[in-house]
């Protein structure tokens, strides 16, 4: 039964994608732009392959079966919530401390090590593909990201560099590094989708409507499409390289996309997604899709071709699996506004998680959106207690 809904969830991911973008049946974009063209699945010795992490509780729940414990990791929990991620942060830029694979690798196994989460995130930013393609980028302490140009006109667009899969390399090698200390703990890729990377890219910066972005795609629709197309390669590569290089399962953020309607989302978005999603499919491993404010956007972001879906704190898991068909398994969505709570209320609300999430297929516990730096690291590991404490029946 397991795997036949897995199976269910996988084909249906395929015909989405073969009808939506522009993948060939060896996993390669049809626009010959991918500069590594391996096809196949995961090697024999991927820790999904070998028999280390397939049967995780992770895997299991994001494949729709009964994991053996309730499974929950939070989004940015590798951050400035943690005293030990300060301290080896000193002095090292945040880009440059993605770029360093020891660093990147001990600073994502800091917080499996503290609260004993069921999954790493890799450490690494939605603009690093930018950043090893050559384009100028930076992450400005309290801000985001910010671009030295932004890209607005068709010239820009053409003249963005193409990332390669050597420039990936620290990447590869940052997951391996990884993968060898977290034994049967799975390891979660991830990358920015085509809407939230343009979005910067666009702007050049944060941005809080995302104004630039939403105008091109009406005002220009070739120079979006081609902007969104080169995002959704980069990102591809980007997780692409986690996955093979060791990654379990692969997490799409587009978490600017509750700023769209529907239409534009479908017309303007969904296939760019898909098409990133095209350079990892073929790899078999399960594929999660997160936004913000996206409660209206569920069932289009589960039709790009995902396995699990990421719901924010606006909507009730209940509520998310019946607009899904009751056919998906979900993640999250624990408000991070109650982890500064006191205790006892923010107890009642992940009991309240759990009970919604309980009518979906599969439930891995997240928050509804990352980490606050300010949280207090012992609630945290306070609420994995409490979450594995809760038997799965
Ligand atoms: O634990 C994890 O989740 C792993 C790492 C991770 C980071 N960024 C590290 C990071 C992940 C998955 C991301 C993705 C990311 N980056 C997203 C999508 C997820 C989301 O939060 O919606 C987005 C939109 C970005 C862009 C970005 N990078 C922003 C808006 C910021 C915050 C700027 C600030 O200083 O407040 C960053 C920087 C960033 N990325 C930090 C971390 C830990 C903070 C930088 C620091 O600690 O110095």
Same mark, same amino acid.
């Given at each position: ?180 200390? %977290? @034994?049967? *703990? ?7 989708? &085509?809407?939230? /990377?343009? =979005? ?123 607009? %899904? @068909?009751? *056919? ?7 408000? &991070?506004?109650? /982890?500064? =709570? ?52």
């Amino acid at each position: 039964m397991t795997s036949c809904r897995y199976l269910l969830g996988r084909n249906l991911g395929t015909i989405e994608g073969m009808i939506s973008s522009a993948a060939t049946s060896d996993g390669t974009a049809s626009n010959g732009t991918v500069s590594h063209t391996h096809p196949g699945s995961l090697d024999s010795g991927h820790p999904l392959m070998d028999g280390r992490t397939a049967d995780s509780p992770l895997i299991t729940a994001y494949r729709g079966g009964k994991p053996s414990r309730r499974p929950v990791w939070f989004m940015r929990q590798a951050g400035r919530s943690l005293p030990e991620y300060l301290k080896v942060r000193e002095g090292v830029a945040m880009l440059e401390s993605c770029l360093r694979p020891e660093l990147a690798s001990e600073i994502t196994l800091q917080p499996v090590r503290r609260h004993d989460v069921d999954a790493a995130i890799f450490f690494s930013d939605i603009v690093i593909p930018l950043k090893l393609a050559g384009v100028g980028v930076d992450i400005v302490p309290g801000v985001g990201p910010v671009l030295d140009k932004p890209v607005r006109t068709a010239a820009d667009v053409a003249a963005l560099p193409k990332l390669t899969w050597e420039a990936l390399e620290p990447i590869r090698e940052a997951v391996r590094l990884t993968v060898a200390q %977290l @034994g049967k *703990t799975p390891l979660i890729g991830f990358a920015g989708a &085509p809407f939230t /990377l343009a =979005a910067y890219m666009v702007e050049g910066k944060p941005s809080r409507d995302h104004l630039g972005p939403r105008t091109m795609m009406h005002a220009d629709p070739e120079t979006w499409q081609a902007l969104a197309n080169w995002a959704a390669d980069a990102s591809g590569l980007f997780l692409r390289a986690q996955l093979e290089a060791g990654a379990s399962a692969g997490q799409l953020f587009d978490s600017w996309a509750g700023s769209l309607g529907l239409a534009d989302y479908q017309r303007f978005v969904a296939p760019a997604s898909a098409r990133a999603l095209d350079h990892v499919r073929h790899l078999g491993a399960p594929l999660i899709h997160f936004g913000t404010g996206t409660s209206e956007l569920l069932v289009a972001m589960r039709n790009v071709g995902v396995d699990v879906v990421g719901v924010d704190y606006r909507l009730p898991l209940d509520e998310a699996n019946r607009r %899904l @068909g009751g *056919t998906v398994p979900l993640q999250g969505n624990i408000d &991070p506004a109650l /982890l500064s =709570a006191p205790w006892p209320v923010l107890e009642a609300h992940v009991r309240e998680v759990i009970a919604a999430g309980s009518a979906a297929p599969g439930h891995v516990l997240n928050l509804g959106h990352g980490v606050p730096p300010e949280t207090d690291p012992t609630v945290l590991t306070r609420v994995v207690e409490l979450i594995h404490s809760i038997s799965p029946e």
